[in-house]
């Protein structure tokens, strides 16, 4: 009957480590493999482009005529400045939205690198609707109203050396679809006209920006393990198969601890590590003695090293004094 047992409580502890390896391995796989595969593909791209595109008028009409187009205008033989702001979408035929542009004087003195602004107008300011991704905006300086305004300033100011800033901002917000793709995006562009006194031009910033962006389709696909044929998500094994190992290896450890608990005790422990491996020799007298606790107290009187061997079934423990062997012999 105990035979019985021992066999039934091996076949167990044998079952729970098969167990416990079986969901190791899984939680290993499920570790190493992402959850998910994600896959990105261009499917198209879209640009946004703002231009400002202009002409001066002048007053002397020898060398440039009346209008030209040019990157820089003579300050003092410039009577104007006219052009049109473009805004477009490409592709646009699907996209609609909402702009503004305003046109900024900032009046303002220098204190070392700092700007102290004294006073700020606006010149223009409009609104509208997209059409098609696009949007234009006729725009014109007249230099000679500009100064004049420029002086009032300084008058109502009580302020001679004044400078200013002259700017066009816009603002678009676009929306629709690019190859059947929902877009919404926001450009913003500030295009600064420098009237610049001490080279005697005028010129503009950033008249001319860009934005490209690409449309990129994601693919999300849910990755899976096979545990005995059936299929179970990644991130649900991520969870699961710890979890199973963590259970599975609790009443192994269980089992190696009852079986250490009820297995006899090493009534020798406290001694083990007093002794040798050997065989005495030169053995003028033998004693036996009867049990452990007499082979301790010998130890303690005697106080030389316990040697260890082996003699048929039996471990046997020496302690040599003077040709005397004390031993102790314990049966397996």
Do not use: C
């Amino acid at each position: 009957m105990d035979l019985k047992n021992i066999n039934k409580k091996k076949i167990g502890f044998a079952v729970l480590i098969v167990v416990f390896l079986v969901f190791s391995a899984y939680s290993v796989v499920a570790l190493q493999k992402e959850p998910e595969t994600i896959t990105s593909k261009k499917v198209g791209s879209y640009i946004q482009r703002g231009v400002f595109q202009h002409k001066a008028f002048f007053s002397n009409t020898s060398l440039y005529g009346d209008v030209k187009s040019m990157k820089y205008y003579p300050k003092d033989i410039t009577e104007s400045i006219s052009g049109v702001y473009v805004y477009t979408f490409t592709p646009g035929e699907d996209i609609t939205g909402k702009y503004k542009l305003t046109i900024i004087t900032t009046y303002y003195i220098s204190k070392g690198k700092e700007k102290i602004v004294l006073w700020e107008e606006k010149l223009t300011e409009r609104e509208g609707e997209l059409e098609n991704g696009m949007m234009g905006e006729a725009i014109t300086f007249n230099l000679k109203d500009m100064n004049e305004r420029m002086e009032a300033v300084k008058e109502g100011l009580g302020i001679r050396r004044i400078s200013r800033d002259i700017k066009i901002e816009v603002h678009v917000l676009a929306e629709g679809k690019v190859n059947g793709k929902e877009v919404n995006e926001k450009f913003d562009q500030t295009i600064n006209m420098v009237i610049d006194s001490g080279n005697g031009l005028i010129y503009f910033t950033n008249d001319e920006a860009e934005s490209k962006k690409n449309i990129i389709d994601k693919n999300v696909q849910v990755n899976y393990i096979s545990f005995f044929g059936k299929p179970i998500t990644v991130a649900t094994a991520r969870k699961l198969f710890p979890i199973l190992t963590l259970i599975s290896a609790l009443p192994i450890f269980g089992m190696v601890y009852t079986a250490k608990a009820k297995g006899p005790k090493d009534g020798l422990k406290d001694l083990r590590r007093y002794m040798i491996e050997g065989i005495p020799n030169k053995v003028d007298k033998r004693i036996t003695l009867a049990t452990e606790e007499d082979l301790k107290r010998t130890f303690e009187l005697i106080d030389k090293p316990i040697m260890h061997y082996q003699e048929g079934s039996s471990d046997v423990y020496a302690i040599i004094d003077n040709g005397v062997v004390y031993e102790y012999r314990k049966e397996n």
